[in-house]
């Protein structure tokens, strides 16, 4: 069966019908003034026969009577009814600045820690929500987001309040999460700086949520239940300002915050806070600050708030008109909220309009994509969006009543009213709406009746940003599900009350959009989630593009391994599309920040070393150069030095392992005849072997049997080895007058391979391919593989010190057995060692596969040109391309307009060498993976400083753009 979100609208609100007057169906509004006056005329007529003005009488009771029945027709079929409709038609033919100081309704609150005390005496507790992960999850992992919503309805006090509100990012808090354990690093001080103006630029946003739950009437909440509580307190004479009351409502405040699931983190907010959300709600989208940080207790009187002028339809700023008209009202449809009082300068006039949700498909929006208020953060026009959920639960047997006479209403209007205005088809709808509501109550004793109200708030900081992100909101309603907004003129100020916690619903007119729904039918809205990517601190790898809001994304490898994660990292994605850019990028972040890092680059040009030339504490390292030397008997320990020196170097030297040779020289490595002998690298073992041999010439051989039968046995090693000495490329191994660099002391080790050839998978797998191996191939496996373990064993012995190993174009690498057992040890195990490890690769799919890349979870993807490609890797990452068709497009590489032009339209203005590649829309985009598998697309943030980004970049003659 389909899952859905469904709102029960209008069950209990059937327009009724009469025949009572000659058999033909009238509304209710209708037929009691035509029968009230017409009977009443006539008997007035009848009794004033004698007095001479029966007819004056019957022809004032006939246009009366004409008059009210015409009003009666015009009283609304549905909700909101004739008074809200008077009211906000009144307001705006008769319009007046309302003020904080004037009306309940817009009154300050007083707070007191996390309490909010209303002006009609109500008592709320708040609290801040944490957002769920749901962007681009399984339905799997949906449906368990929106269960937890299921007990999150269930458990809340009726007349509850959720917000959501749309926030700048604190950027000076996003500094401090950057610097945060690093503020030692002058470096990475300085680099954090540069940042603050690109974070300037992007205006990164969020979602905050914001939950508010009463506590001054009981855990019922603001219901029946609860006002019995609150009559019961009265009658007790209890004082809401005394120290026992402000003690209960903290402890009642604790109990429900308990009583919610833990994965929405609620924690209580400070007064400040409160205060914060007062100016925010108040003056949306002109006020900016951020809200505060977390402080021990607290309070602020209503006097200490700013005070707020609402006037209705900016009539301040009407259109000029002849003198004639100028009592005209302006007519608009929003309302302008300013500052009145002593707090002037907080912030400039906000235009706003609250618009409430009337109306949803009668049958449900299917779930999964029945999320509509994250359509808010998809929208980018300048102004700012919140909502407002009010959530009232209900007593489940007065609902079952109440649905027992909505549903006798309809079985006497299938009497009275017949088929007038498709009234047969009307009734049978609401008829199933009602049995499915009593289905859905009756199944599970838990189900929560409840009354669900749902508000979206837009500011903006003028008229026509205001008028063009109400288009596009109703817009992006429409295409998220059929809901229905409206936007009622009039109404805003009376609107904008609900988010002031404490208005009562019909003052505030929130009853008059309430809808009936269940916890469950309810919770498949969900409208607490979060598409937030990336570490609380770390480096500024880039913004979210999964919505509107652009938030920061950052990147804490280290902070990975604290966490108990695995700080490996899967860079992936066609050449050219910023792979080893933002690899670059992250690697100096991590140097700046105090980390080591060991590259290896199958490049005999140095990209990397280009991109690190100002590190002053590196080595770089030609393994065809001469400069250092790649021995394992001299840069392994003592202890592992002998036996690792056999992994690599026997398969090179093609020696069997089993033969008596290899045995023999398995011996000589132990670490004890090492010591003895004095065999501190490969080259000082060939001269041991050679100077046992028997002495060329000699007239009788004096050595001893057993040195003799060693010399005999290790001929075939001795050969072997003076053999693979004679090539240029394994002089880094037989060379002991090479120096060894120091890793432990260095900051950044680039080992640079181009000279050495790795087999592909294939020939490494098939014994008649790798019998048929280069010598160069098998000297790269030997090679290779002992560069990684080096890695891997000086960074895991040194846990003090995050250590970070790169791999750049991994295939190669991963593709030889050595190399591919290494990396996956180091993937399952760099985490309790405090090492991390990036693997850069165009092949994920291809170059991981005899690695195996179960253990790593953070991926940053960047488009591919093959389209087998890119559907595999998404599949790999856990992105079903079926359920989110538009991310086929992301994945798949596309050119720039410039770069597919007719030749005809050369212009040396925009071809040219020294004009930047461009790769289109997909310019800098990636897909991200982090820590904790959530998805989502994000834009690499650029590196500030011009020459590094000029460093970073391998597109050729960009250095001259």
């Not at 004793?445 to 109703?474: C, Y």
Request: charged share 20%; proline share 6%; glycine share 6%.
């Amino acid at each position: 069966m389909t899952d859905s979100a469904q709102l029960f609208t209008g069950v209990h609100d059937t327009p009724v019908y009469t025949n009572v007057l000659f058999d033909k169906p009238l509304r209710i509004w209708v037929a009691v003034p035509a029968v009230v006056g017409s009977v009443t005329t006539i008997l007035l007529a009848v009794l004033n026969l004698a007095s001479g003005h029966a007819l004056a009488i019957l022809i004032c009771g006939a246009l009366l009577t004409a008059a009210l029945t015409g009003i009666g027709a015009l009283v609304p079929r549905t909700r909101p009814n004739i008074a809200f409709r008077l009211r906000a038609f009144t307001t705006s033919v008769r319009p007046a600045v309302r003020t904080s100081y004037d009306t309940p309704i817009l009154a300050r609150p007083n707070l007191v820690d996390n309490l909010w005390f209303a002006d009609n005496g109500s008592v709320y507790a708040g609290f801040l929500l944490s957002g769920l992960p749901y962007h681009l999850q399984s339905s799997r992992r949906k449906t368990a987001v929106a269960d937890l919503h299921t007990l999150l309805g269930r458990e809340l006090p009726a007349d509850s309040w959720l917000y959501g509100l749309g926030v700048t990012q604190d950027q000076r808090q996003l500094l401090r999460a950057m610097v945060h354990g690093h503020r030692d690093r002058d470096d990475w001080l300085y680099s954090c700086a540069q940042v603050a103006d690109q974070l300037a630029d992007a205006e990164p946003k969020t979602r905050l949520y914001w939950l508010m739950v009463p506590v001054d009437a009981g855990r019922a909440g603001h219901n029946v239940v609860g006002q019995a509580t609150k009559l019961k307190d009265w009658f007790a004479g209890r004082d809401k300002d005394s120290d026992s009351s402000l003690h209960a409502y903290i402890e009642l405040a604790h109990d429900i915050a308990n009583s919610l699931p833990p994965e929405f983190s609620p924690t209580p907010v400070t007064a400040a806070m409160s205060a914060w959300l007062w100016q925010h709600t108040t003056w949306l989208g002109t006020f900016t600050d951020p809200l505060p940080r977390p402080t021990a207790g607290g309070s602020i009187t209503a006097d200490q708030l700013p005070a707020a002028a609402f006037d209705e339809g900016d009539q301040q700023h009407k259109p000029r008109r002849p003198s004639i008209f100028n009592a005209l009202p302006s007519w608009k449809k929003y309302v302008r909220v300013s500052v009145t009082g002593p707090h002037s300068a907080i912030a400039a006039d906000s235009y706003q309009a609250v618009l409430p949700v009337v109306d949803a498909p009668e049958g449900g929006i299917v779930f999964p994509g029945s999320e509509f208020l994250s359509a808010l953060d998809d929208l980018d026009t300048g102004a700012v969006f919140d909502f407002a959920v009010n959530l009232t639960a209900r007593p489940r047997e007065m609902e079952f009543r109440r649905n027992d006479r909505a549903r006798g209403n309809i079985d006497d209007q299938y009497d009275h009213r017949g088929d007038v205005r498709n009234g047969l088809t009307e009734l049978r709808a609401t008829e199933r709406k009602i049995a499915e509501y009593n289905r859905l109550l009756s199944a599970n004793i838990d189900e929560q009746p409840l009354s669900a109200a749902f508000f979206i708030h837009v500011g903006a900081a003028d008229p026509r940003t205001l008028d063009h992100s109400i288009k596009r909101l109703r817009e992006e309603m429409t295409q998220s599900g059929q809901i229905v907004i409206r936007h009622y003129r009039g109404a805003n100020t009376r609107l904008w009350s609900a988010f002031n916690p404490g208005v009562a619903q019909h003052k505030s007119a929130v009853d008059q959009f309430a809808h009936a729904t269940t916890a469950s039918k309810w919770s498949r809205f969900v409208p607490l989630i979060s598409s937030q990517l990336g570490n609380a601190t770390g480096m500024l790898l880039g913004f979210n593009k999964s919505n509107a809001n652009n938030s920061a994304v950052l990147l804490d490898l280290p902070g990975t391994a604290r966490r108990n994660h695995n700080p490996c990292l899967i860079c992936a994605g066609a050449p050219g599309y910023g792979k080893s850019y933002t690899s670059k990028k992250i690697v100096r972040a991590e140097l700046q920040r105090g980390a080591q890092a060991f590259i290896v680059e199958p490049d005999e040009y140095g990209e990397w070393a280009t991109a690190l030339a100002d590190i002053p504490n590196k080595a770089v390292i030609d393994m065809a150069g001469g400069d250092f030397g790649c021995d394992a008997l001299r840069f392994f320990p003592e202890r592992v030095a002998g036996s690792y020196w056999l992994d690599y170097m026997i398969p090179m030297l093609g020696l069997d392992v089993r033969s008596v040779a290899v045995g023999r020289l398995r011996t000589l490595l132990t670490p004890a005849a090492r010591n003895a002998l004095g065999l501190s690298s490969t080259a000082a073992l060939m001269r041991y072997i050679r100077d046992i041999q028997a002495p060329l010439g000699a007239a009788e051989d004096t050595r001893s049997p057993q040195v003799t039968q060693l010399a005999e046995d290790l001929r075939p090693v001795l050969l072997a080895l003076e053999s693979w000495a004679t090539y240029e490329f394994t002089q880094a191994i037989f060379d002991d007058t090479l120096p060894i660099p120091d890793l432990a002391a260095l900051d950044v080790t680039i080992w640079q391979t181009g000279s050495l050839d790795l087999p592909d998978a294939d020939e490494v797998a098939n014994p008649h391919l790798y019998a048929a191996l280069s010598d160069r191939q098998r000297a790269s496996i030997a090679i290779y593989g002992m560069l990684v373990r080096l890695a891997r064993v000086t960074f895991f012995n040194n846990t003090n010190r995050f250590g970070l190993i790169v791999l750049e174009e991994a295939g190669p690498l991963l593709n030889s057995r050595t190399g591919a057992r290494d990396a996956h040890l180091i993937s399952r195990r760099a985490r309790k060692h405090y090492t991390g490890m990036l693997i850069i690769t165009q092949n994920p799919i291809k170059d991981l596969a005899l690695m195996g890349d179960e253990f790593i979870t953070q991926q940053i993807l960047v488009p591919f040109e093959k389209e087998g490609i890119a559907r595999a890797v998404a599949a790999s990452a856990g992105l079903p391309l079926d359920e989110y068709p538009e991310f086929q497009d992301f994945f798949l590489a596309t050119a720039g307009v410039e770069e597919m032009r007719d030749p005809t339209a050369f212009d040396d203005d925009h071809t040219g060498p020294t004009k930047t590649t461009s790769r289109g829309s997909l310019q800098g985009r990636a897909f991200f993976i982090d820590e904790f598998r959530r998805l989502g697309a994000i834009q690499i943030a650029r590196e500030p400083n011009e020459i590094l980004h000029r460093a970073y970049d391998t597109t050729p003659d960009q250095g001259a753009a």
